[in-house]
Structure formats: structure tokens, C-alpha cells
């Protein structure tokens, strides 16, 4: 096991996590909590050093939400943990509030999702609690070739057993306009039912959301430098001119995202190592346009989570041996 160090530019807490290094050149920042002690805040930035292990998630609590960084040998051993990770949450919420409210991207993500497909999960989680939404869909057939819907379903949906009507996919005989707003309207609903929470602003907070990052640091259909980073009324909004194909998509927006309970982004391969860098290290801080997408998801009270591979993290202390 080996650390290496990156800075953050906010306000961080001391950490709740766990670090125990044995074998390493760099000293670890954080101690091993007291069990029972509450954190101290620090306004100064902090070094954070981030472990390299499997099992030991390395947790930043940050002002506004905690944030951990988690980083595999192997995809398949990333797999293995967020279907546990998603099974924890989904017996926590599904006992605590009679509903699980999942939120999906497109892309790698589905892939990641399948080992929920297999024993013990299959027969142990209350699928017939799950309710599952798209936090950005194509605006396609449902059995068009590009549509998230159609991924996640053949991938994943199709093999467990969430009562269908509980699957919110878009209304595909709408051109993007009439697919947001009603994609909106169906996500009201929901609040009004009691089945989405509500925060205290009255935004819905999704129990938990199972994000990607596309090489560019875009996250759901939010691209970098595209005016839609900047919409704060609507929950759900659309884009004609997507850079990445399809052009025409509907999106969850950041107030949304931002108000979720739990965050998963799930990101490997070296292509991505570029953003993660910029996302995990801060950069300068230039202003909202230089941010990247990915760098905007910034939890009210929630926790975010990165599942990552080594390739992903490659970039983010350069000459330290994993
Ligand atoms: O509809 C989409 O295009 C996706 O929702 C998109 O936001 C995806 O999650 C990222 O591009 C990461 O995709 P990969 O994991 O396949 O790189």
C-alpha cells in the first residue's frame, strides 16, 4: 500500500475515516478517530493524503458534506463493492422509509451494477421497494441504441425484480422541452406522494445517486462551459447541442444532484485521469466557468463517494509507486 498527498482548497473536517498505513514514505494526515469524538472544523486548507487500498475508503469531511475517495486494483474488485455499498443503502433506506430512491447515469456505470444482479443480493435486497430514475437521458425510443433507459435495462433492470411501474424512464413521444418538463412533473409527483424526500429548501433529495464522469469532467448531461451549469429554478432541464452524441437530452440539474443524500461517482480508466486530478486537487481557483462539471457536485449534507481504479488516479501524485 502506498499514499500520496493532494490538497483541497476548501475547509475540510478532520476525518472520520481510516487510515492505517504501515508501508509508506508519506505521512498519513489523519489520525485514527476517537470513537464518540465530534469533529473540529479547520478553516485552512488541508493536506489530505489518500489511501490506496481496497477495503479502506480514505473519508474528507468537508463544511458542507463528507467526501471519500476509494481506489481499486481491478474493476471487477470496484463491482463487488459498490454492489455493497448500494445494498447498505438500500436495507437502510428501504427499512427506514418503506422506499429506495436510485438515481442512474448512462455509460460504464451499468457495467459496474452487476454483481447487485447476482447472489446474495438478488434474493436478499426489497427490490420492490426500489424506485429507479435517470439523472440524464437521450431523448430516443426507449429501444433506440443510445438510450440510457434501454442500457440499464438490459444490463441491469431486466434481471431484478423492481416492480416496472417503480422505473420512471422519460416520455420518448416528446421532443427535450416537453421530456424535462414532464420528467419534472413526474418527480413532483413523487414528492407529493412521499415516495422522493424533500429537503428543507424543498428540494427532492434522492436517496442515492450512481453517477459517471465522461473524460471531460461533464456529469449527467452537464458539459463543461455550457450555460446549463449555471440553472438554479429548474430541476430537470434539456440540451439540444450535447458535445457528446446524442445532441438532444434531458438532465437532471445541480441543485438536484447537489441535494442528494449519497453520491457514488464511478470512474476508471486512465482517459479520466486528467479530470480526476483537476477534481481531486482543487486546481486554482479561476471562478465557476473554469470549473469543471464534476467539480460542482458539492453535497448540502450529503455523502459522495468515488469509486475509482488506479488508471483513474494516475495523474494525482505523479512518481508515487502504488
Ligand atoms: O448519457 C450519458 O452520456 C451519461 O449519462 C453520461 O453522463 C455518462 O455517465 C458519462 O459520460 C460517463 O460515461 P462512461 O462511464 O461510459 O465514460
Known sequence: MAFSTVSLSKPLLPSTGILRPSQTRLRPFFARPVPGSKPRFSNKPLSISIGFHRRQPVTMAAATGSKQLTVFDAEEE????????TAKLSDKFTSEKGAFTVVLSGGSLIKALRKLTESPYLESLEWSKWHVFWVDERVVKKDHPDSNYKLAFDGFLSKVPIPRDQIYAINDTLPPEGAAEDYESCVKQLVWDHVIKVTTSGLPRFDLMLLGMGPDGHVASLFPGHPLLKETEKWVTYIKDSPKPPPERITFTFPIINASAYVAMVVTGSGKAGAVH??????????????????????????????TDKAAVSMLNEGTSL
Open 278 to 307: 483537476k477534481a481531486l486537487s482543487g486546481g486554482e481557483n479561476t471562478g465557476l466557468t473554469d470549473r469543471l462539471p464534476v467539480e460542482m457536485v458539492e453535497l448540502e449534507q450529503g455523502e459522495f463517494t468515488w469509486f
Open 78 to 85: 470496484l463491482a463487488v463493492s459498490l454492489a455493497k455499498y
